[in-house]
């Protein structure tokens, strides 16, 4: 693991020395937009935008829900980088056709920056967008590819299920604030601290918040009004990786998610939603954390359980 310095990949682990142990993200630089407008500098065209993701990551992971629900499969093409992310970043497998850098066959997520700007400097990070005609980066912001796939291409796919409607956006922004912060980055704040202070009070903010959301799903079946939306999806690509990794790798370890009956059927209804389940991989997410964060697990042994079920029945239609 590592970041890029003028122009040349550098191993380092994350530097907390100057934020008193607290986990610092640092902001996507790549911004850009695709929209239906044909003159537009991405306009949306089938074969032209190619995602490139890790299994393991919650942020890619949103982007590949969005894919499925959004029926883009044929719309945009997909890498997947190995599952171990160490001295060198996130890497490809040249030798197999699942963990291979279709466009490129770089070795390294690294050289895929330096390719969309040679003066990029800082981590290199999954998800990226990517657009093979002027062969650069459109976006590698996550919360943004979501947007962009919710409704940039409805009119080439036909599907024009919105997840983030006008009429429920300032609810879905403010639990999105909220679930970030405390949730989705929280378990990254309690897992990546180094000093004990910093670690309780990311642990404290974030059963603070599977506290109210266990209340808040006892009478609302979804986050934000009657009907799924983005808010549940970035929401359940950590709930899905939370017993098996987050819950021992991070020490987020109050109590399992299996432990709160609302949220776990919740997460049941959302695994089991259209082909949703196609896009979760939880061996592989295993392999990532543990067998990547040598700071955290030196002996990058991978646990082997627990066993988990989310096909069993969720009963939240009764809601
Ligand atoms: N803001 C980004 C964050 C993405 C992110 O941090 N991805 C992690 C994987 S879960 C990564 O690639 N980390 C590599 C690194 O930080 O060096 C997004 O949401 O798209």
Redesign the pocket.
């Known amino acids: ?3 890029i310095v003028n122009g040349k990949w550098v191993d380092q682990w ?1 530097d907390t020395k100057a934020s008193k142990g607290q986990f610092e ?2 902001e ?1 630089r790549f911004r850009d937009t695709i929209s239906a407008d044909p003159n537009s500098k991405y306009p949306a065209e089938a074969g032209r935008y190619h995602l490139y993701v ?1 299994l ?5 992971h949103r982007t590949l829900i969005f894919r499925q629900l959004k029926q883009l499969e044929d719309v945009i093409s997909v890498s997947v980088v190995k599952a171990e ?1 160490l001295e060198n ?2 890497e490809f497998d040249l030798e197999n056709e699942q963990f291979q850098d279709h466009l490129y066959q770089h070795n390294y997520l690294y050289q895929l920056y330096l390719k969309a700007a040679p003066d990029y400097q800082g ?5 990226v967008l990517w657009d093979k005609k002027t062969q650069t980066i459109v976006n ?4 943004e ?1 979501i947007r962009i796939l919710n409704s940039a291409f409805n009119d080439i796919t036909g599907n024009t299920d919105d997840y983030y409607p006008a009429s429920l956006r300032p609810e879905i922004d403010q639990l999105n604030s909220r679930i970030y912060d405390t949730i989705n980055n929280g378990v990254y704040r309690a897992g990546f601290a180094t000093t004990q202070a910093a670690y309780e009070h990311a642990y404290q903010q974030l059963f603070d918040s599977l506290d109210w959301l266990e209340q808040h799903l006892a009478s609302h079946r979804y986050l934000a009004g009657n009907q799924l939306t983005e808010a549940d999806w970035r929401l359940f690509t950590t709930l899905i990786r939370f017993d098996a990794v987050y819950f021992g790798h991070f020490k987020c370890n109050r109590n399992q998610l299996e432990a709160f009956d609302n949220i776990s059927g919740y997460l049941r209804e959302l695994y089991q939603f259209k082909d949703v389940s196609k896009t979760v991989d939880l061996p592989y997410s295993k392999r990532h954390y543990y067998a990547s964060h040598k700071t955290i697990n030196p002996t990058l042994i991978v646990p082997l359980g627990p066993e988990q079920d989310f096909n069993q029945a969720h009963h939240r239609d009764q809601l």
């Open positions: 693991m590592g970041l994350y993200r640092q996507s890790s393991a990551c919650p942020w890619a992310m970043g996130w981590r290199v990070t999954v998800p590698n912001e996550s919360s590819i």
